[in-house]
């Protein structure tokens, strides 16, 4: 490695961490301010609120009906993670294994919907959605949120794929297995980790998207992300505290998710979704 | 392959195989089936939607945008605060970024780094409007060491939306920047440092060209990220003046208006103005090199 001990040198490295650390700390507070006025009794113009209570939380369990949304947010969000999975995997597996004519344009068709931000292909999309009596239902919040989660698990899962050896495959059909036991038998032990990351990294998008959700979700079809909207639109209607707690509760169901991912995956990689893909393309 | 075809003896399933379309290949036709009715469709329907306005000629929608400041000034609204956005996110991202290549363990850093990402856009602004409110903490630290005398007003105006952007957009772009600078082989930069160049000829001459085609793509993916902000835009900003974005604007028109026809032309006229900047940003990249990031013998 390389040492730089020039003091103009030293001074900037310290510049750039003290930069990390503005931001971290900012960051942090942000979320501890949002943590401690959802445990408050009462917190106005001081430091830290008068007192602590709990009772925040059940009230705005109650008044948000936060059960009904949560047990929507979860439909919605393992209805996706399973049918991106069966979409994604599958698609991955043909574009991993074969060269066919049209796989570039196969695969920047795959590319645009994580590319374009949701809320300029949702309004079109939400438009659609609702003229085939789809909108502001149950399915047409899976369809929409599918969009991007289906190419997001195909990017994911193709260089999985790629690096299983074609031989082992081979020998399997040599031994008379189907496709069927193929899949079963061979693939998907091997692809498991891969999989689990993709779906997990999945359920964690789509917990947390708003756009998509928001535009296509009727009364009885918000995710949690989309009553937390409402909720803070409308604020002075319900106390701040309340619509913390929800905001807590919020911060918990995606967060849980986003731990067990990262035993699995890189946090880069949530980001950088489609690395396999070079520079150039 | 050529000769393939010419070849008799092979059936159409055969030639077919030849050319990779077997039974394996078909398995991709689900998703792609998928993507063409829940995203092409969609968006090929908008584009003829918005030429069919409720009323007037086939551009109508496109004149009364831009011949309405209320509707065309949103452009400018969403690209002053999305280009400086972007432009600070790198700007620090980069420099974090090879400091952070540096360390053996990132992890920590990046798992915090990777929380307001996760967390989305609705979290970030709830939890800002404590924060940066005149009661909260940014105010009173700043107050306790005597920066400002009165508390600094920080939300409902532009500055509340650029926090937001800068607190989702800089993990981001910092990740994704990370994922190439990463990518570059130490050896080049050890072999510079070998001839003596100090460290900021090692980052103009090796790693700046090396990097430029990454830094174009992470600069198009955080813009683009940056000037589709919606929730922000409205629970921590005026979105009736100064922080009124095209996001806006299209939502509008679509569920306050029900003018469906306007709200696809606005978001075509999004879809439009992205797609200039990152064009345009991709061609400022085409001139400068393009290249393997790893080392060798060349």
Same mark, same amino acid.
Do not use: H
């Given at each position: 490695m390389i040492r730089d001990t020039t003091i103009g040198a030293k001074l900037w490295i310290t510049a750039?961490?003290?930069?990390?650390?503005?931001?971290?700390?900012?960051?942090?507070?942000?979320? =501890?301010?949002?943590? +401690?006025?959802?445990?408050?009794?009462?917190?106005?113009? !001081?430091?830290?609120? =008068?007192? *602590?209570?709990?009772?925040?939380?059940?009230? =705005?369990?109650?008044?948000?009906? +936060?059960?009904?949304?949560? @047990?929507?947010? *979860?439909? @919605?969000?393992?209805?996706?993670?399973?049918?991106?999975?069966?979409?994604?995997?599958?698609?991955?597996?043909?574009?991993?294994?074969?060269?066919?004519?049209?796989?570039?344009?196969?695969?920047?068709?795959?590319?645009?919907?994580?590319?374009?931000?949701?809320?300029?292909?949702?309004?079109?999309?939400?438009?659609? +959605?609702?003229?085939?009596? +789809?909108?502001g239902t149950f399915w047409g919040v899976v369809l929409a949120n599918l969009v991007p989660t289906v190419p997001f698990v195909i990017l994911v899962m193709i260089p999985f794929i790629e690096q299983i050896d074609p031989k082992i495959e081979a020998a399997a059909r040599v031994f008379g297995a189907n496709t069927f036991q193929l899949f079963l038998h061979v693939l998907l032990p091997m692809l498991i980790p891969g999989i689990l990351a993709a779906l997990l990294l999945v359920l964690v998008r789509t917990v947390g998207?708003?756009?998509?959700?928001?535009? !296509?979700?009727?009364?009885?079809?918000?995710?949690l992300v989309v009553a937390l909207y409402y909720s803070v639109f409308a604020s002075g209607v319900r106390a701040v505290q309340s619509i913390d707690a929800m905001a807590v509760i919020y911060m918990i169901t995606t967060l849980v998710w986003l731990l067990i991912a990262l035993r699995f995956v890189n946090p880069t990689q949530i980001v950088a979704r489609a690395k396999q893909q070079p520079a150039s393309a | 392959m050529q000769r393939a075809d010419h070849t008799p003896a092979l059936s159409l399933r055969q030639r077919l195989a030849l050319r990779g379309i077997d039974g394996v290949t078909l398995l991709v036709l689900p998703a792609v089936l998928f993507v063409l009715a829940i995203f092409v469709y969609p968006f090929a329907y908008g584009l003829l939607l918005s030429f069919e306005p409720k009323q007037g000629g086939i551009f109508a929608n496109y004149t009364r945008f831009f011949s309405d400041p209320f509707l065309y000034d949103t452009i400018a609204t969403t690209l002053w605060l999305a280009?400086?956005? /972007?432009?600070?996110?790198?700007?620090?991202? &980069?420099?974090?970024?090879? #400091?952070?290549?540096l360390m053996t #363990?990132? #992890?920590? &850093? /990046?798992?915090?780094?990777?929380?307001?990402?996760?967390?989305?856009?609705? &979290?970030?602004?709830?939890?800002?409007?404590?924060?940066?409110?005149?009661?909260?903490?940014?105010? #009173?630290?700043?107050?306790?060491?005597?920066?400002?005398?009165?508390?600094?007003?920080? /939300?409902?105006?532009?500055?509340?939306?650029?926090?937001?952007?800068?607190?989702?957009?800089?993990?981001?772009?910092?990740?994704?920047? &990370?994922s190439y600078v990463t990518g570059i082989d130490p050896a080049l930069e050890q072999a510079a440092a070998t001839h003596g160049a100090r460290a900021w000829q090692r980052f103009r001459h090796v790693f700046l060209p090396l990097l430029v085609p990454g830094l174009a793509i992470a600069f198009c993916l955080s813009f683009v990220q940056a000037f589709a902000v919606f929730p922000s835009a409205i629970l921590l900003g005026a979105p009736a003046g100064p922080t009124r974005v095209i996001s806006i604007a299209a939502y509008q028109a679509a569920f306050e208006q029900y003018d469906y026809s306007m709200a696809s032309a606005i978001a075509m006229i999004m879809a439009a103005v992205q797609l200039v900047i990152v064009v345009a940003v991709l061609m400022l990249r085409n001139l400068f090199y393009r290249g393997t990031t790893a080392g060798g013998k060349g």
């Open positions: 750039i961490w003290v930069v990390v650390a503005f931001f971290v700390i900012n960051l942090m507070a942000m979320i =501890a301010t949002v943590i +401690l006025s959802s445990f408050a009794t009462r917190w106005l113009g !001081t430091w830290l609120p =008068a007192g *602590f209570t709990t009772r925040w939380y059940f009230t =705005a369990w109650a008044e948000f009906q +936060l059960y009904d949304i949560l @047990i929507v947010t *979860f439909q @919605i969000a393992f209805t996706v993670v399973a049918l991106s999975g069966l979409l994604g995997v599958t698609a991955a597996y043909a574009l991993a294994r074969r060269d066919f004519p049209g796989k570039k344009l196969v695969m920047l068709l795959f590319l645009l919907p994580l590319l374009v931000p949701p809320i300029t292909f949702g309004i079109p999309l939400a438009t659609v +959605l609702y003229q085939a009596g +789809l909108g998207m708003f756009e998509l959700t928001f535009l !296509t979700a009727g009364p009885t079809s918000q995710t | 280009v400086p956005v /972007t432009i600070i996110s790198l700007a620090f991202a &980069l420099p974090v970024a090879f #400091r952070v290549r #363990r990132q #992890r920590l &850093l /990046t798992t915090i780094l990777v929380l307001p990402v996760t967390l989305g856009t609705v &979290l970030v602004a709830e939890g800002l409007l404590n924060f940066l409110g005149p009661q909260g903490w940014f105010s #009173r630290t700043l107050m306790l060491f005597g920066i400002i005398d009165s508390p600094v007003k920080l /939300t409902n105006n532009y500055w509340g939306v650029f926090a937001s952007l800068i607190i989702t957009g800089f993990p981001f772009t910092f990740l994704l920047t &990370l």
